[in-house]
């Protein structure tokens, strides 16, 4: 009977300890969620602030309280008349569009080589590509400045296409851990039927990859909409007409135009959030296929 009741008492003791750590751990991300969303909330309700001083004119960032005792839309028209955000805007759709059409099929069709041919020098090229992978991309910076400026193209918003476009295929890890997943059996029986490695790659590898497309294009899309660094070196300040989004936004606080304008920091809390409508609307759309993409990739490669 003792050894009996030794068993529950244990087995209570464990269950316990289980009960404790899994609330630990819920307060743990409720804490984290609450230091994650705090300054974006704040964004927001800055973005809709519309209170006046004695002189009749928006309050910026200096306020008293958290949340604003007046909203409106006041911040987001000043944005769109007062600013070049709209053709910010359209400069970072543009760059943002060509460079994830170009950085995909590269990203797709290096993965597409390196799971299902084999040839010399592919282990070495792995390796290398690998060892290059752990290196920021930013590190390369001024070497992209040089070439660009030797050829001409510093200032442009080809160059920021190219910069964003140009090493994509080294980040093909992940899809071609997907396209690890399709068997071999019917890459040869393609083979065997005469299709060339383009019509395998557009017949076969492309219709069932549909996770692993999206995740490519989502991750090709959001680096260069987000991206600060290397557009503000390639495209400088010169040209205002020639920002994205991001550094136009800096230059409106910080940079040439930057004024004394009290309001400034609130109509860059209206151009941040409708820069983040896209982004969250294409991963709450497509989180599904996100999700599919990044697991089978990681789990395979």
């Known amino acids: 009977m003792r050894n009996g009741d030794a068993k529950p008492k244990k087995f209570k003791s464990v269950k316990r300890q289980e009960q404790i750590s899994t609330i630990s751990g819920y307060v743990t991300l409720v804490i984290m969620s609450i230091i994650w969303l705090y300054p974006i909330l704040w964004i927001i309700l800055s973005a809709f602030r519309t209170e006046k001083n004695d002189q009749g004119q928006l309050i910026g960032i200096v306020v008293s309280n958290y949340f604003p005792r007046a909203i409106g839309f006041d911040n987001f028209v000043n944005l769109f008349n007062n600013t070049l955000f709209p053709r910010w805007f359209m ?21 597409y080589v390196m799971s299902k041919l084999k040839f ?24 992209i400045y040089y070439i660009l400026k030797a050829m001409n193209l510093t200032q442009t918003l080809f160059a920021l296409i190219l910069a964003y476009s140009a090493g994509a295929g080294l980040g093909f890890y992940v899809a071609k851990g997907f396209f690890d997943l399709i068997p071999n059996s019917l890459i040869e029986s393609a083979r065997l039927d005469g299709a060339t490695n383009f019509q395998i790659f557009k017949k076969i590898i492309i219709p069932l990859s549909k ?3 999206i995740y490519t294009a989502l991750l090709s899309f959001t680096g260069p909409w987000m991206d600060f660094i290397f557009a503000r070196v390639i495209l400088g300040e010169t040209n205002p007409e020639l920002h994205t989004v991001a550094v136009g936004l800096y230059s409106m606080l910080y940079g040439s135009q930057s004024t004394v304008d009290p309001n400034r920091f609130t109509m860059f809390a209206a151009g941040s959030v409708i820069v983040a409508i896209p982004i969250v609307a294409l991963f709450l759309s497509m989180q599904k296929y996100y999700v599919e993409g990044v697991t089978a990739g990681a789990v395979k490669g």
């Open 211 to 213: 996770p692993i497309i």
């Open 120 to 143: 010399k020098a592919r282990k070495s090229f792995l390796n290398i590509a690998l060892i290059l992978g752990m290196f920021p991309g930013f590190m390369s910076i001024i070497a």
């Open 91 to 111: 400069n970072t759709l543009f760059v943002s569009v060509i460079s994830f059409v170009i950085s995909t099929t590269l990203t797709l069709s290096v993965a």
